[in-house]
């Protein structure tokens, strides 16, 4: 895995697959993007996916076997 140093904090880089998840519709308009943790660590890794959103000032939620990413950077409330 590639890495490039960014504010003393090593983060991987981001590869295609991740960059063409966050180019979905969804994404574009403020919406919900998720996929299985599995296809998430075959493909990509879950710290490329965090590191995309971070960069895109999104939030990223991972609930049973499924990475869930919130695309707009509003506050998050979790109720229960």
Partial sequence: MEFEL????????????????FATQQETNGGVIRRNRGWVDKLASVGQ?????????????????????LC????LIIHC
């Fill in 6 to 21: 960014t504010e003393s904090v090593r983060e991987p880089i981001v590869n295609a697959w991740v960059l063409q998840w």
């Fill in 72 to 75: 707009h950077q509003g506050e």
């Fill in 49 to 69: 996916v965090i590191a995309e959103a971070q960069r895109r000032g999104y939030h990223v939620l991972e609930t049973g076997d499924q990475v869930v990413v």
